[in-house]
């Protein structure tokens, strides 16, 4: 996705990784990184479907200055349950609940993606970030285990289960977990990515 300013002098570059669960940034306008880091971080609050930003953009002595105050919160993205399109994630099976009974867990059917926060919740960061003569790039994602957790949940994927009952008899069963897409840009984080670079064009 390309967000131009309206000189089209300032423009920026979204792209989604599709071999990996990552969002690169890549900005051509005054070089500064620490602007393509706060739009980064806006993405990755919307992923989480955490705090919205309102921005405000300043020339003052000729250099650009830009702030972010808290503006309500995303609509979609894992705490609130919904993939970046606005489609609900799929309920948590009956077998998973009981699952979850039997190993002590009392969250109940709203904890979605949730409970494996370190995974994908905290897992989510700023992996890389530079800036040359043409402009700026940021990539954000996961790494390492946390990349993979992320990358099957988003897609989904299947559980071997085995467990042993008081007569010592093991029983096995496959679970499979749906997709519950939260990896992408928003209609809510584009309209506000566009107003920032709107901002920036005046």
Known sequence: MRIEGKNKKFWADIIQRRADPELVFKQNYVPDVKVARMLAQESMNAIKGGVKHKFSVQHINGKLVVAKFANGSYS???MKRK???GTDFIPLSPVTLEIRK?????RGPAFILRETGKHIMNGLKILSSREG??????????SGENEQRAKEHNEGFSIDHSRINSRGEKSNWQIDVPARPFIGLSEELKSNLYSFWNKIAK
């Open 76 to 78: 979609t993205g894992i």
């Open 83 to 85: 993939s970046p399109n």
């Open 102 to 106: 039997m190993d002590g867990i009392t």
């Open 133 to 142: 003569r043409k402009g700026s790039e940021v990539t954000i994602g996961w």
